[in-house]
């Protein structure tokens, strides 16, 4: 997609070498000589990998480290011959070839292993970032991918942006890296800018970011095929996890030459990706040509005000309450 700067702002408020691996693997092995023989003399642990095979590791949880990827691994658990472990995504980008030995590896499953990971119990990879949960080995993976401490994606839609981080992080990112637009305040009142409108069927305008409640909201503009319809869409997402999106609502409004539209929701969580909120119709969607009419003159020129505020929903008001806050 590509990005537009047409916007005035008026704010009322993978393949690996296998010599790299196998140097690789060689260099990470050395980090502990002294847990071989500790799991040589538990007989428990024996008959794992063999006298010959097991990597040096300081703990069992090292065990469990594929030595190519240094990620956990989890089942299937593959060995080659002699007894080296390693995941099964590394076991194809190996090419099937044991990183330690050189030897092929087959389809020999590490089922020991296997049952070892089985009695474990393990902190929550975030658990710097705050998670306290303790989890089964194999219950620990799931947890992580919905864990409400794990790391935000940048929600910048312009470009296929990597970066992840917390959310103070991410606005500092936002800034300095994309110069997207910020505003302090809960009402906006935007126009967005084309020339030569019906050339475009597919874009993306500049973010803008705004800063109300002590909470970060991010304001999307685009044109896409919806169907066989040109359309263009506005949508908010909140900075945050879901449950805390939930505590507010916005309202978009667009018109001109007494007509108007008008749409009233709740932000979605930056967790829900920009491709799957704009997919999902979950926004004030403009058809084209309603657009150009509300943009007036010859309608060669898209011109496109969007007026817009955001509030936080009370909690359990009540009786005789008054209207939901308004920032200040």
């Given at each position: 997609?590509m ?19 196998y ?32 990597a ?6 090292e ?13 299937p ?9 390693l ?8 090419h ?5 030995c ?24 975030y ?47 936002l ?23 019906r ?14 409640f ?8 685009e ?15 909140f ?41 999902s ?27 817009g505020?955001?509030?936080?929903e ?15």
């Amino acid at each position: 997609m590509m990005e537009l700067d047409g916007i005035e702002c008026v704010s009322s408020s993978d393949g690996f070498d296998e010599d790299e691996i196998y140097q690789h693997h060689q260099f990470s092995s050395s980090k502990s000589r002294n847990a071989t023989a500790n799991y040589n003399n538990n007989n428990n642990i024996n008959n794992v990998i063999g006298s010959t095979a097991i990597a040096p590791a300081t703990n069992v949880h090292e065990l469990l480290e594929c030595p190519v990827c240094t990620n956990s691994m989890y089942p299937p658990i593959h060995q080659c011959h002699n007894g080296h472990t390693l995941c099964s995504t590394c076991k194809i980008r190996v090419h099937n070839r044991c990183p330690t030995c050189r030897q092929e590896l087959g389809d020999i499953r590490c089922l020991a292993l296997e049952k070892v990971a089985e009695s474990l119990e393990l902190p929550c990879k975030y658990c710097n970032l705050g998670c306290l949960e303790i989890f089964p080995y194999y219950s620990k993976l799931k947890h992580e991918v919905v864990c409400n401490f794990r790391p935000y994606n940048c929600p910048y839609a312009g470009s296929e942006c990597s970066t992840v981080g917390d959310i103070p992080f991410l606005v500092s990112h936002l800034k300095d890296d994309h110069k997207v637009d910020m505003h302090t305040g809960c009402t906006f009142n935007h126009r967005y800018v084309k020339s030569n409108p019906r050339e475009v069927e597919n874009a993306t305008w500049m973010l803008t970011v705004f800063n109300c409640f002590g909470q970060y909201f991010c304001l999307h503009f685009e044109a896409f095929q919806l169907g066989m319809a040109p359309v263009y869409m506005a949508f908010l997402r909140f900075m945050g996890d879901e449950a805390e999106a939930r505590s507010y609502s916005y309202s978009l409004e667009v018109g001109a030459n007494g007509r108007k539209l008008t749409w009233e929701g709740a932000p979605r969580s930056i967790r829900d990706s920009h491709q799957k909120v704009r997919d999902s119709h979950d926004g004030l969607i403009i058809q084209r040509n309603m657009a150009l009419f509300f943009s007036g003159g010859d309608r060669k020129e898209l011109k496109l005000r969007v007026t817009g505020r955001i509030w936080k929903e009370q909690q359990n008001p009540e009786p005789n309450a008054c209207m939901p806050n308004l920032c200040s």
